[in-house]
């Protein structure tokens, strides 16, 4: 019953998605599919299409994922390390608080984008949100 069903399952739909190469592809903003296309147009605006193999990426359903990860992520750093520079060198308090602001938001900044290219890559090699349908 298995190999009937092989058969008649077009190409595309028995092609196997790599998670993890999507994942890095997403990661560095990549289309997940052929890698060398970019997935963004702008900061966070993720592309309808792939420019260079023509992948269509509109189906992604990142949402709230990639904030509340980099929200997690850069909390988890942030956290311990706003801890130790308090114990260690005692500052001001206005000091720290720039220091800390500063570096939470440029953490923030560099994550967001990354992390939702990983959750579109994620979304794509799962075939989650219609990335598996026919076209």
């Known amino acids: 019953m298995d190999q ?8 595309h739909a028995l092609d196997e998605r790599q998670l ?5 592809r997403g990661w ?10 970019p997935m963004m147009q ?12 023509g992948e269509e990426l509109h189906h992604h359903r990142a949402d709230d994922g990639p904030p509340y990860l980099t929200l997690l992520i850069v909390g988890h750093i942030i956290g311990p390390a706003m801890l130790w520079f ?3 060198y005692e500052p001001d308090p206005y000091s720290f608080m720039a ?3 500063v570096a939470a938001t440029a953490m923030s900044l560099w994550f967001l984008p ?3 290219g990983l959750i579109v890559g994620i979304q794509w090699a799962t075939r989650m949100h219609g990335f598996g349908r026919d076209e």
């Open 86 to 88: 308090f114990v260690k």
């Open 20 to 24: 993890k190469t999507s994942m890095l």
């Open 114 to 116: 990354r992390l939702k």
């Open 42 to 53: 702008g900061y966070l605006k993720v592309r309808t299409s792939c420019p260079v193999c």
């Open 28 to 37: 560095r903003r990549r289309c997940p599919s052929c890698g060398s296309g």
């Open 99 to 101: 220091i800390f602001m």
């Open 4 to 11: 009937v069903a092989e058969i008649d399952a077009p190409a």
